[in-house]
């Protein structure tokens, strides 16, 4: 049976994962300001809903595993990010997901965080090959013992740390994941170079023979829709993800770019992120919200002024009353 892959038009434009931005709440904000094609959770792990699997502890309303997983219709389809370096796990979570209701699951292999890459997880599985196919085809398994027909995705960098495109993409495709998506950079590179996306076609070419039924997905320095549309076309990929160029700009997906949007529009935006913020069970601390105040209250003479005293506000009623008081420069 085709998956929602299959039937995803061409080219596609997807929300990247990113731990501690693109959780419940901003996701929710970006399916509401104009949907991305696909969304993705924030990575989760495996190990840890292995761990808490006892039914009791994962409905447990403090489980931050499943605060993670939440999500709302307006996100779909939505796939669930996992890391592990443990067959038997990314199995259990794999299911966990599938019945969960997620539209698809997603692998990690591209993550340099230390404390992932010291449990052999993230992008460490660049250098274990063997193991991250064997991951693939455990979460195929788990995904199947669900009894739902979830696809099961990768997403990965060039390399680790040398650009090893011909050694790395053929043998992580032949795992036959229904979707990659290549982060154009080898781990080693971190983000401080410009993305590679002129190997991008290297990468489409070696999925026409071995995996034809894989959909690629390009990823790195994408700004917007216009950017994607440039970048895929060139590339030959099928579809861009778009991770930091949702920064402040949950309009995205909608074909907006960042100075395209006032900031009497951005400021409301963070206010009612704020709220879906704190309807989020259990909740987050206060301060991850902040480092989307940097970017909402930005570009305006009097931002800097503006973001230090949001930065001071404890809760979103607060957040609100000082956005709703604030009077921008140009309505003066
Ligand atoms: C704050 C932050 C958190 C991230 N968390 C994840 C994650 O959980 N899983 C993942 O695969 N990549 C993660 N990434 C990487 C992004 O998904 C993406 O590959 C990278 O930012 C390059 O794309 P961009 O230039 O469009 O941002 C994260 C990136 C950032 C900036």
């Not at 990575?43 to 840890?48: L, P």
């Not at 154009?184 to 070696?206: C, I, Q």
């Not at 999925?207 to 034809?212: G, I, L, Q």
């Not at 970017?295 to 003479?301: D, E, K, L, S, V």
């Amino acid at each position: 049976m085709d998956s929602f892959w299959q039937k995803l038009p061409k080219p596609f434009f997807v929300l990247a994962p990113m731990a501690d931005v693109t959780d419940a709440a901003y996701r929710r904000l970006i399916a509401e300001s104009g949907a991305p094609d696909v969304t993705w959770t924030e990575f989760v792990s495996a190990d840890g809903l292995y761990h808490t699997r006892e039914v009791q502890k994962m409905l447990d309303a403090e489980n931050p595993l499943m605060r993670d997983l939440q999500f709302t219709e307006g996100e779909r389809p939505i796939v669930a990010q996992l890391f592990s370096s443990k067959p038997d796990m990314m199995a259990y979570a794999a299911e966990v997901v599938a019945t969960l209701g997620f539209d698809g699951v997603d692998l990690n292999m591209g993550c340099p965080d230390r404390s992932i890459e010291k449990q052999g997880a993230g992008a460490a599985l660049m250098k274990n090959p063997e193991l991250a196919v064997a991951l693939v085809q455990a979460a195929k398994e788990g995904v199947a013992k669900s009894g739902r027909a979830v696809p099961v995705s990768v997403k990965t960098r060039i390399g680790y740390n040398k650009e090893t495109i011909d050694e790395w993409i053929p043998k992580i495709l032949s795992a036959e994941p229904a979707a990659l998506t290549v982060h154009l950079r080898t781990r080693k590179e971190m983000s401080l170079v410009p993305a590679h996306w002129d190997l991008m076609s290297r990468v489409v070419a070696l999925r026409d023979v071995y995996a034809p039924g894989t959909r690629i997905i390009g990823n790195g320095d994408v700004r917007d829709l216009t950017d994607a549309r440039q970048k895929v076309a060139e590339s030959g990929a099928d579809g861009a993800m778009i991770g930091r160029g949702v920064f402040g700009n949950p309009w995205v997906f909608a074909g907006r770019a960042y100075d395209d949007t006032s900031p009497a529009e951005r400021l409301a935006a963070l206010a009612t992120l704020a709220r879906y913020f704190e309807e989020i069970t259990p909740p987050k601390s206060f301060q991850i919200l902040k480092k989307h105040i940097k970017a909402f209250a930005n570009g305006f003479p009097g931002a800097a002024e503006l973001r230090a005293t949001l930065m001071e506000t404890e809760s979103a009623d607060e957040l609100a009353a000082i956005v709703a008081s604030y009077q921008l420069p140009s309505e003066s």
